[in-house]
């Protein structure tokens, strides 16, 4: 069982204690499936999480936004139990967060409820070839032709891409320069001129692929968003989510701390347990103490989003930092602890090894969380 102690801190209200219970118990009565088959894996995952109103927390309910406490509980929760079921969870709140944010009530009434109820499979397509960490390059441009945008590009590393319902994609329309110059908006999966390129295996599986945009024409009120809009949309939209993968983190670290104190208490060395071993309380000191540092940063970050009123950034860019590092490191330590059985395909810390690796570079990585926390500080100052 997972350490929830820290739900009695001063940034939650029962309701989250009420929500942690609830994800716990979907938890419990889904075992961890290995089919084999990741596509239907997912799906299976986005409609059962759906069917268990879990999803409802990832989508904006009328004009309130997702409570950022709420989603970084779940991802906590889903990760220690599962990294794909975090997955499952995370891609619904963030491949719809622009039309929760930003989306007309046409729009939101459209795809929010089918996103909740796991119908509907939310994809966010900014990422290109020749454009990561700079999003503000995006080249894939979106022309206005009478009712319609035609959209020509490619989006690369896209989440979901391959069972994806919706892509909400980025794109160029030149209102100006740079970040100034792009809109969001709403692809269908099954429009005309847009298909996977390729799928794209990584060392945590998850369904990821290359798209390629071919003229894709979709109706003019597809954007989120106004013209030229479309950076604020897709950062704002990250700032929402960023916490909850340093969440996702210290779900998985928590699973490996877990491991491991269950392994050095049964392993013996010579005469004593592992456990017995000074380096080793050490080495569990220094996890346990960075675990706790790590919740501490999410959910500071978290309760301010929802309830503080001031701007959450940089402590948004903390905790994803902080927890992403600090879990790789904990997860590391863990692998070790366990000795050749943690390098072992299949052994959970072996698993864990490879899931936390991707949460380090995605939606921002390290020196791009470090840079948004230096322009504030230098700001600031
Ligand atoms: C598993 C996975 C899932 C993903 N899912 C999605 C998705 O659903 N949608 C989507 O749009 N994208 C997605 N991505 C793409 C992801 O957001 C990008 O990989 C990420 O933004 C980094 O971009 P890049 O890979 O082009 O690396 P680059 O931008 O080329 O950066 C390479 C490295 O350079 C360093 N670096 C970058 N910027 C700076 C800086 N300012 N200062 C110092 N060093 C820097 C970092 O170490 C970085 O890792 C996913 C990626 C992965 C691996």
């Keep these: 069982m997972p350490d929830t102690s820290f739900l009695s801190w001063p940034f939650f209200e029962a309701r989250h204690r009420e929500w942690a219970r609830a994800v716990r118990a979907w938890c419990d009565s889904h075992p961890v499936a290995t089919s084999g088959n990741l596509d239907a894996e997912c799906r299976r995952l986005v409609a059962e999480l759906g069917t268990a109103g879990l999803l409802k927390a990832c989508v904006a309910d009328g004009d309130t936004r997702p409570d950022v406490r709420t989603l970084a509980i779940a991802r906590e929760t889903l990760a220690y139990h599962s990294a794909l079921a975090d997955f499952a969870f995370a891609m619904q709140g963030l491949g719809s967060g622009a039309i929760s944010l ?98 794209i295996e990584v060392i945590a599986p998850h369904p990821l692929a290359r798209l390629k945009y071919d003229n894709v024409r979709i109706r003019a009120d597809a954007i989120v968003g106004e013209p030229g809009e479309g950076f604020r949309v897709g950062m704002e939209t990250l700032n929402l989510f960023r916490v909850t993968v340093g969440a996702a983190a210290l779900g998985l670290a928590r699973r490996a701390m877990d491991e491991a104190l269950s392994f050095v208490r049964n392993r013996r060395l010579g005469a004593a347990k592992l456990a017995d071993n000074a380096v080793t309380q050490a080495k569990l000191a220094d996890m346990a103490t960075a675990i706790d ?58 698993h864990l090894y490879r899931d936390i690796r991707a949460l380090r570079i995605y939606e921002g990585a390290s020196e791009v969380q470090r840079q948004i926390i230096a322009r504030d500080l230098l700001k600031g100052a």
């Design 102 to 199: 930003f989306g007309t009530v046409e729009q939101k009434r459209q795809w929010l409820p089918k996103v909740a109820s796991g119908e509907a499979i939310a994809a966010f397509a900014m990422t290109e070839p020749g454009c990561g960490s700079d999003a503000a390059n995006v080249a894939t441009s979106a022309m206005r032709e009478g009712d319609e945008w035609v959209l020509v590009g490619e989006k690369t590393y896209i989440s979901n891409g391959g069972i994806a319902d919706f892509y909400l994609t980025f794109a160029r329309t030149g209102e100006g320069e740079g970040s100034r110059g792009l809109s969001a908006f709403i692809v269908p999966a099954d429009a005309p001129g847009l298909s996977v390129a390729e799928r």
């Design 293 to 350: 540092a790590a919740a501490l940063l999410i959910y500071r970050a978290a309760w301010q989003r929802d309830e503080g009123g001031t701007d959450h950034r940089r402590a948004a860019a903390m905790a994803k930092l902080f927890a992403t590092e600090a879990a790789q490191k904990i997860i590391d330590d863990a692998v070790q602890l366990h000795g050749g059985a943690g390098v072992t395909k299949g052994v959970t810390v072996e």
